[in-house]
């Protein structure tokens, strides 16, 4: 049983080792025992154990503080303190959370922005592969071979042998054949970009 205040015996603070009693040792194991459990359920980060300790030397300060000023009976009231529920600590937690929260929220932010910018770019327009080169205006003139589409350079000036084979294209999209017929825009663009018909194609 705890004496009550005014029966205490005062201390002598010249006798500095009074004050390690039983009722000093409960304060300590208090601390003990908060930091023991709430290592158990997570290890703290860096800037939480930073928190803490600064947390435990306010609570040890304020002991040390009320035991010069009221004696050893206060301390119940700075043991029942060790604890999660504590409104100093709650708030010194919580500081640390909104901060972690802030600088993560930007960094999402970033990543956002940086995934949007790279997804909003223009992409260069490229033709269709088996029109590359040609308008679409003129492509739907061209005469076919089965699905493959006429060579205009293969009848034009420069010629094209595709790669020796006979009747082969380097695009797996067309074919060297003679038409029956070609359309004035297909003439117009071989005259105006591959040099004009070969002599074997033109006609007589």
């Given at each position: 049983?705890?004496?009550?205040?005014?029966?205490?015996?005062?201390?002598?603070?010249?006798?500095?080792?009074?004050?390690?009693?039983?009722?000093?040792?409960?304060?300590?194991?208090?601390?003990?025992?908060?930091?023991?459990?709430?290592?158990?359920?997570?290890?703290?980060?860096?800037?939480?154990?930073?928190?803490?300790?600064?947390?435990?030397?306010?609570?040890?300060?304020?002991?040390?503080?009320?035991?010069?000023?009221?004696g050893l009976?206060?301390?119940?009231?700075?043991?029942?303190?060790?604890?999660?529920?504590?409104?100093?600590?709650?708030?010194?937690?919580?500081?640390?959370?909104?901060?972690?929260?802030?600088?993560?929220?930007?960094?999402?932010?970033?990543?956002?922005?940086?995934?949007?910018?790279?997804h909003s770019?223009?992409?260069?327009?490229?033709?269709?592969?088996?029109?590359?080169?040609?308008?679409?205006?003129?492509?739907?003139?061209?005469?076919?071979?089965?699905?493959?589409?006429?060579?205009?350079k293969y009848?034009?000036?420069?010629?094209?042998?595709?790669?020796?084979?006979?009747?082969?294209?380097?695009?797996?999209?067309?074919?060297?054949?003679?038409?029956?017929?070609?359309?004035?825009?297909?003439?117009?663009?071989?005259?105006?970009?591959?040099?004009?018909?070969?002599?074997?194609?033109?006609?007589?």
């Amino acid at each position: 049983m705890h004496l009550e205040r005014e029966e205490r015996p005062p201390i002598n603070h010249n006798r500095p080792f009074e004050v390690f009693n039983a009722d000093t040792m409960d304060v300590l194991n208090a601390a003990v025992k908060f930091i023991e459990d709430f290592a158990d359920e997570n290890e703290p980060d860096r800037e939480t154990t930073k928190r803490l300790l600064l947390w435990i030397n306010m609570r040890l300060g304020k002991f040390r503080g009320l035991v010069i000023s009221d004696g050893l009976a206060v301390e119940i009231l700075v043991k029942d303190e060790f604890s999660l529920h504590d409104s100093l600590l709650a708030e010194l937690l919580y500081d640390l959370l909104k901060a972690k929260l802030i600088k993560l929220e930007a960094m999402l932010k970033a990543q956002q922005h940086a995934t949007t910018s790279m997804h909003s770019r223009p992409r260069e327009s490229r033709p269709t592969k088996q029109n590359s080169g040609i308008p679409k205006s003129l492509a739907r003139t061209l005469p076919k071979q089965g699905s493959l589409e006429l060579c205009l350079k293969y009848l034009s000036q420069t010629g094209y042998n595709g790669n020796g084979v006979p009747g082969k294209c380097f695009s797996k999209y067309r074919a060297h054949f003679l038409p029956n017929s070609l359309s004035p825009e297909a003439k117009t663009h071989i005259e105006t970009h591959l040099g004009g018909l070969a002599p074997e194609f033109v006609d007589p």
